[in-house]
């Protein structure tokens, strides 16, 4: 079945570093990849999405790029600010009927950044 | 795009009871989902509820336990039966129209 690894938290940084949150997936088929964002006491927000191989999904700095080669989706900010402290969760939807808005999470990385 | 919302936002609930959950979509949507949010853990789906026939559940769950309507394209329930410590968790709504996926904000539920 389809899967979503990314890398373990929290991760911690200083205001304007640079931010890379590592993701891999398995699945069978095309997935669509995404990455959600979750501030603290809010709900599930999309960050980007890519729905094919080498596309680049970037929104508010972030980017990640669909590369079905290495089957990864890492999130990269080049320079982080103290309001992107949040947990970043990189999901996959397959578009196959059985599996169509079905997304598979991974766990999860809670990213802080400090002023 | 679409926006959902849920009631309650959160509740604390006692060992053994039951509660059910709101969610309404503000324009109609092709599929919608329920997931549950662990204390530190990730999503996990729950079921697919569909409109006018029985919820389709994901492995380890069954209907006894989290009974799902969906009466219309903008509206469904879920019930968390019986509940124990355990189901403490953030339930979401999800819902899906032709291009895009929705979160509901949660409901945030503790179990004492």
């Known amino acids: 079945g389809n899967s979503v690894t990314q890398m373990e938290g929290p991760v911690t940084l200083s205001e304007e570093a640079f931010l890379t949150i590592n993701c891999t997936y398995t699945?069978?088929?095309?997935?669509?990849l995404f990455w959600y964002v979750q501030y603290p006491g809010e709900g599930l927000q999309l960050l980007l999405k890519?729905?094919?191989?080498?596309d680049k999904g970037s929104n508010k700095g972030f980017e990640a790029t669909y590369r079905k080669e290495t089957t990864s989706f890492h999130l990269e900010k080049g320079s982080v600010q103290v309001s992107d402290s949040a947990v970043y969760f990189c999901?996959?939807?397959?578009?196959?009927?059985?599996?169509?808005?079905?997304?598979?999470f991974g766990a999860g990385t809670q990213v802080v950044v400090t002023p | 795009s679409a926006v959902i919302s849920q009631k309650p936002s959160r509740d604390i609930c006692q060992r053994g009871t039951s509660l059910t959950i709101q969610c309404q979509v503000d324009?109609?949507?092709?599929?919608m989902f329920w997931y549950r949010q662990q204390p530190g853990q990730s999503l996990t789906l729950i079921a697919t509820a569909n409109q006018g026939s029985e919820a389709t559940y994901e492995s380890g769950f069954v209907i006894d336990k989290f009974p799902i309507s969906r009466p219309n394209l903008t509206f469904s329930t879920l019930t968390v039966s019986n509940m124990s410590p355990e189901d403490s968790s953030i339930y979401l709504c999800s819902a899906r129209t032709a291009n895009e996926q929705f979160f509901g904000p949660g409901t945030r539920l503790t179990v004492l």
């Open positions: 999901a996959l939807t397959s578009l196959t009927t059985d599996s169509w808005g079905k997304f598979q």
């Open positions: 699945a069978t088929g095309y997935p669509s």
């Open positions: 890519a729905t094919k191989a080498d």
């Open positions: 324009s109609q949507v092709t599929m």
